[in-house]
């Protein structure tokens, strides 16, 4: 998680929100049409859980892209070590997924290895070991989308920040 003592940033204004929610059905819209020529429709929804997180937890800092995809792929893999772990040992598997589970907890609690062992983890690992979801998911596939996904819209967001600041000098003239 990323600490820090400024106050939160003003809402923009009607117009300006406007763009921004432009900007996103342009950016969703996209990467619905990329991903689904890439992966099934299920999964794609990884990337867009991801933006969510990226946007609202870490502000878009591009900095803080590379842990937030590498703690969503933490959260997939201990939703998925539960399923297989269930499949190849039964209710001892159940125990010892759920145990490896709760000690991945305990290492995002004490801020242990952040860069794996993070929010994005923690978001990642609860959607992604609900049961309807666990039923319907290729957990690899949606590894995949998640990180394509996550770096198609790093770079569309990071595009829309490079356009904006070459313009925003020019409207304060």
Do not use: C
Not at 17 to 39: K, M, N, P, R
Not at 59 to 68: G, N, Q, S, Y
Not at 106 to 134: R, S
Not at 147 to 166: M, P, S, T, Y
Request: proline share 4%; glycine share 8%; hydrophobic share 65%.
């Amino acid at each position: 998680m990323t600490e820090t003592n400024a106050a939160p940033a003003a809402a923009p204004g009607p117009l300006a929100g406007l763009g921004i929610v432009a900007i996103v059905v342009v950016a969703v819209v996209a990467w619905a049409i990329i991903g689904t020529a890439l992966f099934s429709g299920v999964s794609l929804f990884g990337a867009f859980l991801l933006l969510w997180h990226w946007a609202n937890l870490e502000a878009l800092e591009i900095k803080r892209l590379p842990a937030t995809i590498a703690g969503a792929l933490v959260g997939i893999a201990l939703a998925w070590q539960v399923v297989y772990l269930t499949s190849t040992m039964g209710n001892n598997g159940t125990i010892l997924g759920l145990l490896i589970m709760v000690a991945a907890i305990y290492l995002q609690v004490i801020n242990v290895l952040p860069f794996l062992f993070n929010a994005a983890a923690m978001l990642f690992l609860t959607v992604a070991a609900a049961p309807l979801i666990q039923l319907k998911i290729d957990f690899a596939e949606l590894a995949m989308a998640t990180v394509v996904g996550g770096l198609f819209l790093g770079l569309f967001v990071e595009a829309i920040k490079r356009i904006a600041a070459r313009f925003m000098p020019a409207a304060a003239d």
